[in-house]
């Protein structure tokens, strides 16, 4: 059986581009948010041309889409748009909004106050998603929310290294049944490296972009290596061996980092996460960081 991929170049952000988020239907249409310009815009994947575009009012810092609701959280709210009855719903909330999910008609936020908000869809044509409650629990900002295979268990990745996993009971009636923290502290690491089940790290891109310099200079010979590799032959599967070496010294660079500077490493992939791998929201940090992790 063989399958094929076609690439289509989809149109640019007149700045950058932060989230996206497919939505399915019979026309493939790909939602791109640019956060620095306020907009979101709907690609048609198959033209790569922009079919619609809206103001959302703000800088956009997550992107998803659930069934035929787009959301996008702002600073200190949720625009929601329904595609298909074409309703649009802002809905407020008190700390900036940095992680999304949505399933079986409830939305869920995790906020830099530690709290995940949770909203009920009530299929009101006007004002469909209504507060219902706030889960508590992490201590500080919360980085990361994903849902499990069957939509029962709500995870919650947090800055105070915890991740935490959250029941979800379901109801004919939802306002009596509320979700709950089954177990309080699944995972506690003092990083926001994760590391899998062998104990190697995985890193995001707030880690390569935090480790960026040591990496460059800790792994130059490996890089080297695979470069001369793809420049004398571009066959991707010829220089596989040159590439695994390249990742292996990634992780265990990374790993040796963390060990011997935690705490200021994880201060600056935290805020360079918070701040979209900002550099020049994070050089106070970059700079503790850069001083205990030396590259001498």
């Known amino acids: 059986m063989e399958i094929a991929f076609m690439l289509t170049n989809v149109g640019t952000c007149t700045l950058g581009s932060t989230a996206k ?5 019979p026309t493939y249409i790909n939602t791109k948010s640019c956060s620095t310009d306020g907009t979101v ?5 198959h033209t790569g041309k922009c079919a619609d575009m809206t103001n959302a009012g703000g800088q956009v810092k997550s992107l998803i889409s ?5 959301f996008a ?20 909330i008190p700390k900036g909004v ?7 008609n409830r939305l869920y936020a995790g ?3 530690g709290l995940i908000y949770v909203w009920n869809n009530t299929c009101d044509p006007k004002s469909p998603f209504q507060p219902f409650l706030a889960l508590s629990g992490h201590t500080k900002p919360v980085l990361s929310l994903t849902l499990g295979v069957h939509n029962n268990l709500l995870f919650s990745a947090s800055m105070d290294h915890t991740i935490k996993v959250c029941t979800i009971r379901t109801s004919i009636n939802r306002d009596r049944v509320a979700p709950r923290y089954e177990i309080a502290k699944v995972m506690s690491r003092r990083t926001l490296l994760c590391l899998n089940a062998s104990g190697n790290p995985i890193p995001t891109s707030a880690v390569l972009m935090a480790a960026s310099k040591q990496i460059a200079v800790g792994c130059y010979s490996e890089n080297l290596e695979f470069l001369k590799c793809k420049k004398k032959d571009p066959n991707p599967e010829k220089c596989l061996d040159k590439g695994r070496e390249v990742t292996r010294c ?4 990374l790993k040796d980092l963390h060990q011997k500077c935690t705490k200021e490493m994880d201060e600056y992939v935290g ?9 020049e929201m994070c050089r106070k940090e970059q700079q503790a960081f850069e001083k205990a992790c030396s590259l001498e």
């Open 271 to 279: 805020c360079m996460y918070y701040n979209t791998n900002e550099f």
């Open 66 to 70: 659930a069934g035929s609701w787009v």
């Open 41 to 45: 815009r709907i690609w048609n994947c």
């Open 73 to 92: 959280a702002l600073p200190n709210a949720i625009r929601a748009w329904n595609i298909q009855a074409l309703v649009d719903q802002t809905l407020d």
């Open 111 to 113: 906020a830099a106050d």
């Open 250 to 253: 990634v992780l265990h660079l």
């Open 21 to 25: 988020a497919f939505h399915h239907s």
């Open 98 to 104: 940095l992680s999304m999910a949505a399933a079986n």
